[in-house]
């Protein structure tokens, strides 16, 4: 096709002469394959594949083998075409030559046909079969191919008279080695050789003193055999002959004459002395065959002829177009065609199957299984000689406490035992990735976590409607950001500080849905003090890329994941957990006061060891990941409240984002998605030991105002008079507390480990709470008569035995006391399409499912064990049976969500006095009392925007826009898609202290990361703190390329492909480890 290549285009005309045939017979023979996006962060160019039947038809194996110059290229081909052969299912594995059925050849060469019945090929062939039966190092599977091949083609060009001219053609060869009477291969393969001479050490146990009678066994004399056979020195004897003759001048080697074989010839620099030994074979290329296919196969008598079962094979033998199989398959072709040409090869072949039964050679371990049973021994020995001498060190403690102590109690020894055996066997070990040792994390020496700590804005745009977004291409679009998470969040906690105390708005709800901090980890372990180790020779090595050794960065030592901290692993064992696990019988009273007296309990400061600093460093790298302005919420700046709120929010902002991972919901159940790779147990014992030391107070500790009615509703309300005359600003109501917050203050500021049977009792109480929220969320959304009906009913059933698990009551006992307020006063807002017992339902399962989704996570990371995976209308009920809040004996027909309810005290009582607290708000602010009410919308996926089809639509847009800043058109525009805006790359017109405008617009929209389309390079840039990287182009022209700083001026098409794995990197926070090729942007970009 060189020929047919364009070239010398007409700039003017834009003709290309010889394109029609070029682009002809390229489609005509090839398939475009399109560009591919590499997980390294470059793009792969799109390339033209040889179609199905150019495979089949025209490729030529030998042809590329014998024509191509480097090996990599052959091997390249044979790769595709063994791919090629699996998928169209004509051969399962790795093809054999001959690959097809060979071609008539050319009458040219016909005289090099000669050298297939030459004896001293025949000798080499015997040779190599011989070496490869008996498993020689040095012979590959290809040298064997090559044997295999040669004989065939040798026995599909034989003469037709097998005997008749072996004499001449032996005499024409001038061979005088006696290994074959003959020349003839067909005849040559049935010959038996006895003996063989061969060259080796003196000292070696083959040599005899006297040779045996004959070496052939047609029974020659052994005078006739004298020049018989060094086998494995006859090759190396004729190849220093023909180095000698390359050596000569011509006429020199005209002259030269055989040397005789009984000359000896050592190595130049061969220490042992090489004698003469005779070696006993007693086989014939036949027989080397049969016993190459038992061997090949693993099995003995595996080869059978054929021609026994079906005589017909002999007659007319098969040629198959495709000849592929693999070594016994070519085995099998050979013997089948040596007895096909001649009769005694087939009585012989019969012969030798009947006598022959090698043993099975033994199986053999590849290197790869090898170093891998190596490396676990090894691990295994090594666990053991460190189980031993922790044995031996408790033994000897325990034999000096009995001298120091005068132990005498036998029981107490054995407790001992019991105790120090149950501490070794369970301890948690970990693999330290820089110096290789294996071994538990201590305070002394703790072991950490690779980790990579971000600040991420993802969770914040995630919108309530799942309808796209798309990129404003006119003047009339625009994308409004006040319909997202993180605005109508920062609303919520704007409204509530103004109307109740700071320090309960900080406990109401969470943040982090703008630069919230997310952890992730490679799954890779290393000590505390390898790690300072090794950071202090990356700041000694002057080639560093990509990364800034002083901001702590690094690359993980064994995988070079890029990652930035370590997170200290907690001193722990394995049986840790089944020990929290245990089933309670304590009722659920007892339950609710141990976990208030645990509350109590003040916080310890950690003592001064190594692990309690590390915690302690690896929280202000926590702290100092994200900006101050995403952590600062109090009304007075540097309260505590802030780090208290900001600590629980990184908690609750990573078990959102492992639930965006997992697509939503938790229907896929299984483990966590990065399986190891999880770090939320150790996070959440960071901190856990941080929020310990921060104290409640008991008045306001909202345990008791989930737990315990008050006593004395008088002085509830001179409570409340006092608080509105002083004008003090009160405690936010409980029903306006966020419940997912609510579950993470309290769990991280129990002491840790934490008991399952605590674990269930506070996600029980604070359950009841969820679900009196969503009956009062339900209550406004009715209109009056519905709330009447709702209300009558309730009262009708409100004494039954099953009142408190009841939704229909509970729904009537709500509406009865929020009506003392005037919460109902106001226009009705919005209201539900249909009211019906079943849309009630519906309606509070989705309400509280968003609860059920995180505490089960959390359950998960704290307790382990994998979730169920279930349907997406089952979710609810598994996830509440996966917590315990289902009763075992309740059936899937009669289900209802109240009937996971568990009551501490009087579900009325208490409910009364949650909705006290509302109307007593709604006396005061009638007009924000149902803003407030928790509302838990739908929100969908965090999503891009979504791009147009033609690329042209946003470039005609936005090349000639102006800035909204500098109002000038940037020579270098962009645009954001995460939220749309316009910015000015590069421009030194909307530079703010020292920050271009990109570079800010990533600090405030993504938290650091900032996605932007160059509209005048059609590629996609991003920066990921102080880095930037260029990620490629999502638009591309028709046969799939990419056109960067439009120079082709090509359409260009949206790949949806390509801004996919975009639109995924950014969700799974993964642009650091993906895209390799990062450089500093100075905050110029």
Sequence with gaps: MSRYIPENPNPKSGIIPGSLSFESVLSAVADFKAPVFEPGGSMQQGMYTPKAEVWDKEFDPVMVILRTVYRRDVQSAMDRYTAFLKQSGKFPGNPWPPYKKRTPLHPSYRGLIKLLHCKTLHIVLFTLLYKILMDHQNLSEHVLCMV????????????????????????????????????????????????VRVRVPETAPEVKREPPASTSSDGLASSQNSGTAQVFSLVAERRKKFQEIINRNTSEANQVVRPKTSMKWSAPGATPQLTTAILEVKESILSLLIK??????????????????????????????????????????????????????????????????????????????????????????????????????????????????????????????????????????????????????????????????????????????????????????????????????????????RFFKDSSCLQAVSIGWEGGVYVQTCGHTLHIDCHKSYMESLRNDQVLQGFSVDKGEFTCPLCRQFANSVLPCYPGNNMERSLWQSHSNKCMQDLVQEVEDLQEQLGTFPSETNLSKEMESVMKDIKSTTQKKYTDYSKTPGS???????????????????????????????????????????????????????????????????????????????????????????????????????????????????????????????????YTQALAALSVKCNAEDRMAWKESGALKKNTSSGEKSWEVLLGHVISELSKGKIYEEEETEELAVVNPDSVECYLQQFCLPFLRITSLLQHHLFGGDLPSCQEDEEFTVLASCLGLLPSFQSAHQFTSASCLDWPVPAFDMISQWCSELASFAGRHPDQVKALLIQEPKWDLPRLLQLPENYNTIFQYYHRKTCSVCTKVPKDPAVCLVCGTFVCLKGLCCKQQSYCECVLHSQNCGAGTGIFLLINASVIIIIRGHRFCLWGSVYLDAHGEEDRDLRRGKPLYICKERYKVLEQQWVSHTFDHINKRWGPHYNGL
């Excluded at 929010?649 to 399986?675: I, M």
């Excluded at 009160?730 to 507390?737: G, K, Q």
């Design 640 to 770: 505590p409240d802030n780090d208290f709120l900001f600590m629980y929010s990184v908690a609750r902002t990573n078990l959102e984002l492992e639930l965006v991972h997992r697509g939503g919901n938790l229907c896929s159940g299984g483990a966590s998605t990065a399986g190891k790779r999880s770090c939320l147990n150790q996070l959440f014992h960071v901190l856990a030991m941080h929020m310990r030391l921060y104290s409640i107070d008991s008045a306001y500790n909202p345990w008791r105002k989930l737990t315990q009615p008050s006593q004395d509703k008088n002085s509830e309300q001179v409570f409340q008079f006092t608080q509105l005359v002083s004008e003090e600003l009160p405690e936010v109501p409980v029903l306006y507390r966020d419940v997912s917050s609510l579950l993470l203050i309290q769990i991280l500021t129990m002491p840790q480990p934490l008991h399952k049977e605590h674990f269930t009792c506070i996600i029980k109480v604070l359950f009841t709470l969820l």
């Design 292 to 497: 190459l296919h038992h061997k090949l196969s693993g099995k003995q008598n595996s080869y059978y002829p054929p021609w026994l079962d079906d005589v017909d094979v002999l007659i007319h033998p098969e040629i198959p177009r495709y000849s592929h199989g693999d070594g016994m398959t070519a085995v099998e072709r050979i013997l089948l065609k040596a007895a096909v040409q001649s009769r005694l090869n087939k009585r012989i072949i019969e012969e030798i199957c009947r006598k022959v039964t090698p043993p099975v050679p033994p199986k053999k371990i590849s290197s790869a299984e090898k170093k891998t049973l190596d490396k676990e021994e090894r691990r295994q020995k090594a666990r053991e000689r460190q189980q031993k001498l922790l044995a031996e060190f408790a033994s000897r403690q325990k034999s000096f406490m009995e001298t120091a102590m005068d132990v005498e109690s036998p029981d107490a020894d054995i407790a001992m035992e019991v105790a120090t055996s149950e501490q070794h066997v369970s301890e948690a070990i970990y693999d330290c990735v820089i110096c290789g040792q294996s071994g538990p994390s201590t305070e002394d020496r703790p072991t950490g976590l690779v980790v990579l700590l971000q600040a991420s804005s993802v969770l914040g745009q995630c919108r309530s409607s799942s309808e796209p977004r798309r990129l404003p291409t006119t003047e009339e679009e625009q994308v409004y950001p006040w319909d997202t998470c993180a605005a109508l969040h920062d609303v919520r906690l704007t409204t509530l500080q």
């Design 148 to 195: 295999l091949y040669l004989i065939e083609l040798g026995l599909e060009n034989s003469p037709e008279q097998e005997s008749d001219e072996e004499e001449s053609a032996g005499g024409q060869e001038r061979c005088h080695d006696s290994w074959f009477p003959g020349s003839n291969l067909v005849s040559n393969m049935r010959h038996f050789i006895n003996y």
